[in-house]
């Protein structure tokens, strides 16, 4: 499911689609009427997020925040264990750099993918995701859905435009 955050108004107009294209076709116009709209694909498909979501997502924000915590703990942990418990062997120093490589480095691996794990679920609105508007079961098997929100006044026109998109079938559903 890729699209806008939330539906607007009472109702949502369904469109489901065969062609990748024409779905394509639709979401751009959609999108520069500014409308709420859901897409739904049977398969991930680049071209559906290009369109969606032309800018990078900010998961990679949280992922680079967690490895530098990560890093900076791992050290950190390494750090003030030798220094809480000395242990001098020959002429060594207790902080030895290298010798903490490692610990940083599982540190860094471990706090970077927590956060990505974080950054997807707040990206993808965990509560949201049990309240699909408009789904068919038809879009995770071979079609292709787009979920448009209207208003009463909008709702003939966006039937119209989802039909001559080359939409299979047009359905208004009630928005929950």
Known sequence: MIGAEKMSGSNVVVGVYTYLDDVLNAVEKIKEAELDYRVFSPVARHE???VTFPEKS????????????GCTFGFGLAILCSLDWPMRVSSKPIVSIPAFFPVGYECTI?????????GILHFCRLP????KVGYDPRFSEDKFGLV???????LDEIQQFLKESGADEVDVREAL
Do not use: K, Y
């Open 128 to 131: 949201d995701l049990l309240r």
């Open 48 to 50: 559906i997020e290009e």
């Open 58 to 69: 900010n998961v990679r924000r949280f992922t680079l925040t967690g490895g530098i915590l």
């Open 110 to 118: 471990l706090f970077a993918a927590l956060a990505t794990m974080l």
């Open 148 to 154: 448009v929100g209207s208003t009463h006044e909008q």
